[in-house]
């Protein structure tokens, strides 16, 4: 069933940069009738709020703090869509015995996995009362095979790629819709160190508005995740083995 975002009232986590900042202008331009822009830092949320007046309410949620998280519950107890954007990539290459692999993968556990979790359970009563409304969760590519220069990242994206799929499962009896969302490269800070050509945080939240609005499940919002997303589809050993032997052929 398609999902419309005229009138709707949304919550996007990591909203203050990057894809969660470009979701909250995509999810006004569909005409959605309020945004809590949610932030560890109100200040950096400026900029959403010039652009957007009132139709945007900034809101203090570091996703790993439950205190936070309870006060975000009450602050919008009007929530009917809720966007799980907020992650973070703490490390980038090494070699597989590296031990920082470790402490950089329950940092992105902590977030990207746990986060999401903790924020989806305090919502999902809330989404309940207001009509089921629906729960976006930001993953990636790397949620679908792993690549190892990300590698405790991949592996935290692809327990939130579990996580969308349990979601999907328990709470379409309250009528919540869930979609998984599984960007390529996109042009944010946290892809800074990565040279490969990137789609835009802009054109990567308008596709992802799209695929909600479509209906599409799995929303692949960029070009190098659709080539991924229709390896996926085809077979996840094969997409696998691609990236096994890129890696395998690439210079030492
Ligand atoms: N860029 C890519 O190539 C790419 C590809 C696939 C998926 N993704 C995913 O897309 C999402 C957005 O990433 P991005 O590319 O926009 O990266 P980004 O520019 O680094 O933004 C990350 C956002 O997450 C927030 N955040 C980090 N830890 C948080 C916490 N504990 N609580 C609340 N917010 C927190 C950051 O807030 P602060 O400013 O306070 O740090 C920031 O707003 C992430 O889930 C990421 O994994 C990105």
Request: hydrophobic letters at 50%; one cysteine or more; glycine letters at 10%.
């Amino acid at each position: 069933m398609a999902y419309s975002i005229a009138g709707k009232t949304a919550l996007v986590t990591g909203a203050n940069r990057g894809i969660g900042e470009a979701i909250v202008d995509a999810l006004v331009a569909a005409g959605a009738k309020k945004v809590y822009a949610a932030a560890r830092n109100l200040a950096d949320l400026a900029p959403l709020l010039t652009r957007h007046g009132s139709r945007v309410s900034a809101l203090q949620l570091d996703v790993t703090d439950a205190s936070q998280i309870a006060a975000a519950v009450a602050a919008a107890p009007d929530v009917q869509l809720l966007v799980n954007n907020a992650g973070v990539a703490a490390m980038m290459g090494g070699p597989f015995t590296d031990p920082q692999w470790l402490a950089a993968g329950r940092k992105e556990m902590d977030v990207n996995y746990f986060g999401t979790f903790a924020v989806s359970q305090a919502f999902a009563p809330v989404l309940g009362r207001t009509g089921g409304g629906a729960i976006v969760n930001i993953a990636s590519v790397a949620s679908l095979t792993n690549f190892p220069m990300l590698l405790a990242y991949s592996a935290s994206k692809a327990a939130t790629h579990s996580l969308t799929q349990a979601s999907r499962m328990l709470l379409a009896a309250q009528g919540t819709q869930v979609y998984g969302v599984y960007p390529g490269p996109i042009d944010t800070r946290m892809a800074e160190e990565i040279e490969m050509p990137k789609t835009s945080p802009a054109d990567c939240a308008r596709a992802i508005i799209a695929g909600i609005q479509g209906d599409t499940e799995d929303i692949f919002p960029d070009a190098m995740s659709q080539g991924m997303g229709t390896a996926y589809l085809a077979g996840p050993k094969g997409l696998e083995k691609q990236i096994a032997g890129m890696v395998a052929s690439a210079p030492a």
